[in-house]
């Protein structure tokens, strides 16, 4: 069982920077990774995702490309979400998730407890 804990979100003005953060423990270094986010009323949505297996590739929603970037540290078994340009649409709970990549959330099988973030205007 792999186990994620994220951090970093928090309360940030429209067109500024949050950078998230997601811990792993247990088996989880093989394993693809990834964001997804809810907002109020909505379904969790796909946002980004990294693979490490015989190479770094990512992965990202239309509405995030060029804003985002996903990244990860081998040796802190971490992955992270650098959002930029942020946007008041972009308030959500932002989820961590450890599973067989793609952006399908059915892939994915460990959750993270999910972190806040809030862009106001």
């Not at 003005?13 to 811990?23: D, E, I, N, P």
């Amino acid at each position: 069982q792999v186990q994620l804990v994220e951090s970093g979100g928090g309360l940030v003005q429209a067109g500024g920077s949050l950078r998230l953060s997601c811990a792993a423990s247990g088996r989880a270094f093989s394993l693809k990774r990834a964001w997804f986010r809810q907002a109020p009323g909505k379904e969790r949505e796909f946002v980004a995702a990294v693979t490490w297996i015989g190479g770094v590739n990512t992965d990202y929603a239309d509405s995030v490309k060029g804003r985002f970037t996903i990244s990860r540290d081998n040796a802190k078994n971490t992955v992270y979400l650098q959002m930029n340009g942020l946007k008041t649409d972009d308030t959500a709970v932002y989820y961590c998730a450890a599973g067989r990549g793609g952006p399908a959330r059915g892939n994915y099988d460990s959750w993270g407890q999910g972190t806040q973030v809030t862009v106001s205007s």
